[in-house]
């Protein structure tokens, strides 16, 4: 199937991306074809964001946003930071030790879900052709230029076989592809190494996010407000912190996240975050109401110095994609949906050259370069650095000087050169953490957490977590770093288990994983390779 655009990923940056080059279209009197493929079961089914939204690229892309019923409408109200000091108590942090940027005046809480089904709507009025349940699962090559994607075959058994419902993929060719698949996405990574296109840049750096929706007592609820946590229960070394907002209909979206170069491998980002729930803070806020979603999700964190290059012959990376959140403002909507739209209007300007189009699009980077987004991220380029080099509370200072006094003009940059799966520590020279077991209340289990997330795939098909060296989790793993896949899993799809005969094994419970990529990142010896299932596979979330 021939189009002149295909876009990899329908989450906020790949719909702006298609809805801004059918606009260039429309206003230029001329007919572009967009294919737009997804591999969640519809779209939004595996969209997760926190999330407060900075309305900047949506007032850009669609003026009338408000007039169109764009689910964005509850305004933030209010703002508060909280140090948690240990498990019962917490000092709420005046306004002028805030960060500048993590003040959310006129910005709104969200579903990113509910947007992007919005987004999707949008698209497809102005003559975008989405694909839902098609998951790309290679990247088309021709003489050294990418010239589209291949979706994922439907119906192969567990063995690699054919079976009485196979349906081979589709080859979906394009004059240029976008690829926003979101935050590592497996065909980015496969081009970065493809194209070198990391060579210039520190690594990326990530976050394991997860997610609650709960429905809560109007009592308790005060629609508008956004509270963050920092502190309990991590320790200073382990940056992460939580989140609350009070949402529409007494609902909170709350959620924890925790950075994924964090160095003791018997810490559990799950039960890290079910024990911050039993914090008074929290707690307070739920107790009596009702849990009614769940989910994870990786987040990049790295920021201005871990950007790749962006561009390569025929195809461009954009929004979480190639990594532009915005760790000072804990934001990436805003960012992913603008580099969407610059690479519309880049490519939409070299389908105007005809066969004097470049098969690589430097005007994107360009664009890029000179756009809010950067000079966004330049001023925060410190934020994530810092924390690491020094620590939570040095590291809150410099960012509170560098942010509020230097508004990210200080003279230099920090890096950070160590990619989060090198920083764990040996399991025999690390601490122990003993959890407490899940009231069913208040905190929870994986598998009854995994359950909310609807997440389903088809057991008969090639699992989708491939180990490069199926002996390295048993031979290496378990007795250096007690295997830590257990733990840092937030599905359960990774166990040990023993044998009859005393053996044991890695056993991967592929059938559970809600598509967090946590595992593709942290495993220390990077032996985890994560593809795309079949298409329609995986986490279905409702208004996430």
């Not at 230099?412 to 003993?434: K, N, V, Y």
């Given at each position: 199937?021939?189009?002149?655009?295909?876009?990899?990923?329908?989450?906020?940056?790949?719909?702006?991306?298609?809805?801004?080059?059918?606009?260039?279209?429309?206003?230029?009197?001329?007919?572009?074809?967009?294919?737009?493929?997804?591999?969640?079961?519809?779209?939004?089914?595996?969209?997760?964001?926190?999330?407060?939204?900075?309305?900047?690229?949506?007032?850009?892309?669609?003026?009338?946003?408000?007039?169109?019923?764009?689910?964005?409408?509850?305004?933030?109200?209010?703002?508060?930071?909280?140090?948690?000091?240990?498990?019962?108590?917490?000092?709420?942090?005046?306004?002028?030790?805030?960060?500048?940027?993590?003040?959310?005046?006129?910005?709104?809480?969200?579903?990113?879900?509910?947007?992007?089904?919005?987004?999707?709507?949008?698209?497809?009025?102005?003559?975008?052709?989405?694909?839902?349940?098609?998951?790309?699962?290679?990247?088309?090559?021709?003489?050294?230029?990418?010239?589209?994607?291949?979706?994922?075959?439907?119906?192969?058994?567990?063995?690699?076989?054919?079976?009485?419902?196979?349906?081979?993929?589709?080859?979906?060719?394009?004059?240029?592809?976008?690829?926003?698949?979101?935050?590592?996405?497996?065909?980015?990574?496969?081009?970065?190494?493809?194209?070198?296109?990391?060579?210039?840049?520190?690594?990326?750096?990530?976050?394991?996010?997860?997610?609650?929706?709960?429905?809560?007592?109007?009592?308790?609820?005060?629609?508008?407000?956004?509270?963050?946590?920092?502190?309990?229960?991590l320790d200073s070394s382990t940056e992460g912190g939580g989140f609350l907002?009070?949402?529409?209909?007494?609902?909170?979206?709350?959620?924890?996240?925790?950075?994924?170069?964090?160095?003791?491998?018997?810490?559990?980002?799950?039960?890290?975050?079910?024990?911050?729930?039993?914090?008074?803070?929290?707690?307070?806020?739920?107790?009596?109401?009702?849990?009614?979603?769940?989910?994870?999700?990786?987040?990049?964190?790295?920021?201005?110095?871990?950007?790749?290059?962006?561009?390569?012959?025929?195809?461009?990376?954009?929004?979480?994609?190639?990594?532009?959140?915005?760790?000072?403002?804990?934001?990436?909507?805003?960012?992913?949906?603008?580099?969407?739209?610059?690479?519309?209007?880049?490519?939409f300007a070299a389908m105007g050259e005809g066969d004097a189009a470049p098969?690589?699009?430097?005007?994107?980077?360009?664009?890029?370069?000179?756009?809010?987004?950067?000079?966004?991220?330049?001023?925060?380029?410190?934020?994530?650095?810092?924390?690491?080099?020094?620590?939570?509370?040095?590291?809150?200072?410099?960012?509170?000087?560098?942010?509020?006094?230097?508004?990210?003009?200080?003279?230099?940059?920090?890096?950070?050169?160590?990619?989060?799966?090198?920083?764990?520590?040996?399991?025999?020279?690390?601490?122990?953490?003993?959890?407490?077991?899940?009231?069913?209340?208040?905190?929870f289990d994986r598998l009854s957490s995994v359950f909310l997330s609807s997440?389903?795939?088809?057991?008969?098909?090639?699992?989708?977590?491939?180990?490069?060296?199926?002996?390295?989790?048993?031979?290496?793993?378990?007795?250096?770093?007690?295997?830590?896949?257990?733990?840092?899993?937030?599905?359960?799809?990774?166990?040990?288990?023993?044998?009859?005969?005393?053996?044991?094994?890695?056993?991967?419970?592929?059938?559970?994983?809600?598509?967090?990529?946590?595992?593709?990142?942290?495993?220390?010896?990077?032996?985890?390779?994560?593809?795309?299932?079949?298409?329609?596979?995986?986490?279905?979330?409702?208004?996430?």
């Amino acid at each position: 199937m021939d189009f002149d655009v295909v876009i990899v990923g329908a989450g906020p940056s790949g719909l702006a991306a298609a809805c801004r080059l059918l606009q260039l279209a429309r206003d230029a009197g001329t007919e572009v074809s967009v294919a737009v493929i997804e591999k969640g079961a519809e779209i939004g089914a595996h969209i997760l964001s926190g999330a407060v939204l900075e309305t900047t690229a949506l007032d850009e892309l669609f003026p009338d946003w408000r007039e169109r019923g764009a689910p964005v409408r509850t305004a933030v109200t209010a703002d508060e930071v909280h140090w948690l000091r240990n498990p019962t108590a917490d000092i709420k942090v005046p306004d002028l030790f805030i960060p500048h940027p993590m003040h959310n005046q006129g910005n709104y809480i969200i579903s990113l879900g509910r947007l992007c089904q919005w987004l999707g709507q949008q698209a497809e009025e102005l003559g975008a052709n989405l694909f839902p349940g098609f998951a790309g699962a290679e990247v088309l090559y021709e003489d050294g230029r990418v010239v589209g994607v291949l979706t994922g075959d439907l119906g192969r058994g567990a063995d690699g076989r054919e079976k009485a419902s196979f349906q081979p993929g589709y080859a979906l060719r394009g004059k240029y592809t976008i690829f926003a698949e979101g935050c590592r996405g497996h065909l980015g990574k496969e081009l970065m190494e493809t194209y070198q296109l990391r060579a210039d840049c520190d690594p990326q750096h990530y976050g394991i996010g997860i997610k609650e929706i709960w429905s809560i007592d109007p009592a308790r609820h005060r629609e508008g407000l956004v509270v963050h946590t920092f502190g309990w229960p991590l320790d200073s070394s382990t940056e992460g912190g939580g989140f609350l907002y009070h949402a529409a209909d007494n609902q909170v979206y709350l959620g924890f996240i925790i950075a994924l170069n964090y160095s003791n491998p018997y810490l559990n980002p799950f039960e890290e975050f079910q024990r911050w729930k039993q914090h008074p803070r929290i707690r307070d806020c739920l107790e009596g109401g009702q849990r009614v979603s769940y989910g994870a999700r990786a987040v990049n964190k790295g920021g201005l110095q871990s950007l790749p290059k962006l561009v390569f012959p025929g195809g461009l990376l954009t929004g979480c994609e190639a990594g532009f959140l915005n760790g000072a403002k804990i934001k990436g909507t805003h960012t992913a949906m603008k580099t969407g739209m610059l690479a519309a209007e880049s490519v939409f300007a070299a389908m105007g050259e005809g066969d004097a189009a470049p098969a690589e699009l430097a005007s994107f980077e360009t664009a890029v370069r000179d756009s809010w987004v950067w000079r966004e991220l330049h001023a925060a380029r410190n934020f994530g650095p810092a924390q690491k080099k020094f620590g939570l509370f040095p590291g809150s200072a410099f960012i509170w000087l560098d942010q509020n006094l230097f508004r990210g003009r200080l003279p230099f940059t920090l890096h950070s050169p160590q990619p989060d799966h090198a920083g764990l520590q040996r399991a025999a020279d690390a601490a122990q953490i003993s959890y407490p077991k899940p009231d069913g209340r208040i905190s929870f289990d994986r598998l009854s957490s995994v359950f909310l997330s609807s997440t389903n795939h088809e057991e008969d098909q090639p699992c989708h977590l491939r180990l490069a060296e199926p002996a390295v989790p048993i031979q290496s793993n378990l007795p250096l770093y007690a295997e830590p896949a257990q733990r840092y899993c937030p599905a359960g799809v990774y166990e040990v288990v023993t044998a009859a005969d005393g053996q044991r094994r890695l056993q991967i419970n592929a059938q559970n994983c809600v598509h967090c990529k946590t595992c593709d990142i942290k495993d220390p010896a990077q032996n985890i390779r994560w593809v795309t299932p079949e298409g329609g596979g995986g986490p279905n979330y409702s208004g996430m």
